[in-house]
């Protein structure tokens, strides 16, 4: 028969209760940094934006974008942007698809669906416009083939479709990427701006009031699912981030010539 001494006993005691404190040890020593996350007055992504303020800059103040605002783009590139977004938002509907998905199943809050579903119906306005501004502007859209800065974003969107990728890294990037335009295009709407009359409805389908909310829907949704995951989910979803920016700069580039 195993008898247990007095001393045993306590020993014991003290291993139950250190088993029962280090999960509360734990928790608490990832809120700390969970805190860190936040700033007074905004979330995580507004700590990315900080952080990386050069790059976002580049990203949504590109020399074409600037060109567009003070008057000066040349149209040629106008044209070569127009062909190549009209076949990237064609890849981007299924990638658009894929985040739904994962709203639906790793979701907490319905509206989530609601407000991405939003996106997905806009997105075949949005191919009917590029084909009345193709027909506009006399790009043959049957004709454009994808340029390499294109077929690397869209690549880079078919990595995000995967299941293994987290809802709340694949939320992250679809409001970067929504996020870019929007400001983009705002900017060159702004007092002082002298985009040409042809190129204001495009300017305006990006830039308005409406998108610029609908922006800020899915930057609350991305905020609250990285101030609640885990800290490598968050750090996947930073680095997808500066991707997002990284690949605009390109296709800006690749746009302008």
Known sequence: MFIMHAGQGHVCQLLRLQNKREPQISRAADEKVRAKKMEIGGGVIETWLKKHRLLYTGATKHPLILSIRDGTIDFSSFKRWLGQDYLF?????????????????????????????????????????????????GVELSTIVPQKANQDYCRFLESLMRPEVDYTVAITAFWAIEAVYQESFAFCLEDGSRTSPELRETCQRWGNDGFGQYCSSLQNIANRHLGKAPLDVVAKAEVVLLRVLELEVQFWNMSRG
């Open 89 to 137: 938002v064609r890849e981007f509907v299924p990638f658009v698809a894929s985040v739904l998905i994962k709203a639906c199943k790793e979701s907490d809050d319905s509206s989530d669906m609601e407000i991405i579903l939003g996106g997905v119906a806009s997105l075949n306005d949005e191919i009917a416009w590029f084909k009345k501004e193709a027909s506009k502007w």
